[in-house]
């Protein structure tokens, strides 16, 4: 095995994270660009930490989600870099988020307790869609009669939204207080008073 300086194999690391495709894991670093260096667990985790202290005050940042590693931009800087893409982000309906949100926070959990809790009956087209975007899967079966699927959340949906596990959702004190500051709030206000289209 090779060895590698230290600035190297931040260059290095840096590097394969920014070009890589989607969030790298260490394990992935070291089974890749890491593979013909001796590189201990701690030096890594020492060179990940500077690098994201490196990119703390810049408009880009390193983050880790569930899947590993990757840059993203400041979501405050969101409004201006949004202009850089034609087409409009997806807009989701009011039931797909509510379904997602259930599987989150209640997972696992079958359609039928997704109803129960909804009052409604759930689309076969909003689990379709959250399936096709790769965020909830089924992870099983319920041994009741008939044997329902079990859905969750995978790594896809975490990474999605910048989490690097469940224990990042937020809990009900934050939704209080988003609340409570849209009432405080006359922008807020008016937006979550806006009718959706």
């Known amino acids: 095995m090779k060895k590698i300086n230290t600035a190297q194999l931040k260059q290095l690391v840096e590097a394969a994270i920014f070009v890589a495709d989607k969030p790298i894991s260490r394990q992935q670093l070291k089974d ?3 593979n013909e260096f001796t590189v201990a667990d ?3 985790s020492k060179i990940l930490n500077e690098l994201k ?3 703390q005050p810049r408009g880009i940042q390193l983050i880790e989600v569930a899947s590993g590693f990757r840059f993203q931009s400041l979501d405050a800087l969101s409004p201006w870099l949004s202009k850089l893409w034609q087409e409009s982000a ?3 309906s009011r039931a797909m988020l509510e ?3 259930l599987i989150a926070y209640r997972q696992p959990i079958t359609r039928g307790e997704i109803e129960q ?3 409604v009956a759930v689309s076969s087209n909003i689990i379709k869609t ?3 975007r790769g965020w909830i899967k089924v992870v099983g079966h319920k041994e009741v009669p008939g044997r329902p699927a079990l859905y969750a959340t995978t790594k896809e949906f975490l990474d999605y939204f910048s989490m690097s596990s469940l224990a990042d959702l937020p809990d009900a004190d934050a939704f209080e207080n988003m609340a409570e500051n849209s009432e405080s709030d006359p922008t807020l206000k008016v937006l979550n008073e806006a009718p959706s289209k």
Do not use: F, H
Request: no cysteine.
């Open 53 to 55: 202290l490196d990119y």
């Open 90 to 92: 997806p807009k989701y």
């Open 32 to 34: 890749t660009v890491l």
């Open 117 to 119: 809790v909804r009052g």
């Open 42 to 44: 701690r030096t890594l």
């Open 130 to 132: 959250l399936t096709e």
């Open 99 to 101: 379904t997602l949100a």
